[in-house]
Nanobody, 114 residues
Framework: QVQLVESGGGLVQAGGSLRLSCAAS???????MGWYRQAPGKQRDMVAT???????NYADSVKGRFSISRDATKNAVYLQMNSLKPEDTAVYYC?????????WGQGTQVTVSS
């Protein structure tokens, strides 16, 4: 069992930046990690994922603005968010997937004001 805890959310003006962190209670080796987000009344969507080998994938809406990274020595994953837009407002969730099992954090709120 791996627990994920997100941090770093908050209120920021459009055009600003935030860095989200996700701390895992155990090893993230062989685990695909990712960030998802859910706005009010909408489904949860993938924002970015990163494999254990470092291969990344981004939603089209965040390409060129967001960057996902991982630090296996700290069992942590990060999401650097730049040029934030009001439509980025959502609860952001950290996700880990390994051996057919999904792990989720409790989420952190990101609000971008116009």
């Amino acid at each position: 069992q791996v627990q994920l805890v997100e941090s770093g959310g908050g209120l920021v003006q459009a055009g600003g930046s935030l860095r989200l962190s996700c701390a895992a209670s155990g090893s993230i080796d062989n685990m695909r990690m990712g960030w998802y987000r859910q706005a009010p009344g909408k489904q949860r969507d993938m924002v970015a994922t990163i494999t254990s080998s470092g291969r990344t994938n981004y939603a089209d809406s965040v390409k060129g603005r967001f960057s996902i990274s991982r630090d296996a020595t700290k069992n942590a994953v990060y999401l650097q968010m730049n040029s934030l837009k009001p439509e980025d407002t959502a609860v952001y969730y950290c996700n880990g997937w390994r051996w057919g099992r999904d792990y989720w954090g409790q989420g952190t709120q990101v609000t971008v004001s116009s």
